[in-house]
Nanobody, 123 residues
Framework: QVQLVETGGGVVEAGGSLRLSCVVS????????MGWFRQPPGKEREFVAG????????LYGDSVKGRFTISRDDPKKTVYLQMDNLKPEDTATYYC????????????????WGQGTQVTVSL
């Protein structure tokens, strides 16, 4: 069974930085396209960032463009989300996900999900 585990969340002041990590394990030998989503309590899940299987192309949600960077390290089966200049509105549970095939921005485009890591940005 494929498992995704996110780490790196925490509490940070506005303007600060965090780096989230997602380690993929299980039966699959390689990772497909990967994405990060976030979901504040009581709100819908929002696309944050995505990266193609070879890392040649990335996508970002408009609200994080220029502040967040997604990357991947396939030998380590790890995906990262570097978050800089954090804002209070970035507060959410952040989820790592693996795509069904190609990179998309909708949660339905992804097969496997981590349990999430909480990011809280204080004013």
């Amino acid at each position: 069974q494929v498992q995704l585990v996110e780490t790196g969340g925490g509490v940070v002041e506005a303007g600060g930085s965090l780096r989230l990590s997602c380690v993929v394990s299980g039966r699959k030998a390689t990772m497909y396209a990967m994405g990060w989503f976030r979901q504040p309590p009581g709100k819908e899940r929002e696309f944050v960032a995505g990266i193609t299987w070879a890392g040649e192309r990335t996508l970002y949600g408009d609200s994080v463009k220029g502040r967040f960077t997604i990357s991947r390290d396939d030998p380590k089966k790890t995906v990262y989300l570097q978050m800089d200049n954090l804002k209070p509105e970035d507060t959410a549970t952040y989820y790592c996900a693996e795509a069904k095939w190609d990179l998309g921005t909708n949660p339905d485009d992804f097969d496997y999900w981590g349990q999430g890591t909480q990011v809280t940005v204080s004013l």
